[in-house]
């Protein structure tokens, strides 16, 4: 059974930094492609970064200089580094796995993938 346990969201204000992690079981992180979503109140699920078994990396124009998507394969983990925040990055943080295929270079897609875990939340107040 695949399990995405995320961690490390919390309030702080803009210009700050926070760390995600994503503890995974059931999964091998270094397999396929991972990646971190963001869902705003209101608003639909968007992709925020995604990282292949490689280790190439793709982030979204609205978080590009400001967050990096890593991971520690030997650790099971993904990780997504937070810099400079603002108020509209506030939202639940979701991460997740894709089933079968690596990741579709510059598609970070919500349909594409099919682990998720349950959330961690960040607010940011300006």
């Known amino acids: 059974q695949v399990q995405l346990v995320e961690s490390g969201g919390g309030s702080v204000q803009a210009g700050g930094s926070l760390r995600l992690s994503c503890v995974v079981s059931?999964?091998?992180?270094?397999?396929?492609?991972m990646g971190w979503f963001r869902q705003a109140p209101g608003k639909e699920r968007e992709g925020v970064a995604q990282?292949?078994?490689?280790?190439?990396?793709s982030h979204a124009d609205s978080v590009k200089g400001r967050f990096t998507i890593s991971k520690d394969n030997a650790k099971n983990t993904l990780y997504l580094q937070m810099n400079s925040l603002k108020s509209e990055d506030t939202g639940m943080y979701y991460c997740?796995?894709?089933?079968?295929?690596?990741?579709?270079?510059?598609?970070?897609?919500?349909?594409?993938?099919?682990?998720w875990g349950q959330g961690t939340q960040v607010t940011v107040s300006s």
């Open positions: 997740a796995a894709r089933a079968v295929y690596d990741c579709l270079v510059g598609l970070i897609r919500v349909s594409y993938f099919a682990y």
């Open positions: 059931g999964y091998t992180v270094g397999s396929k492609c």
């Open positions: 990282i292949n078994s490689g280790g190439s990396t």
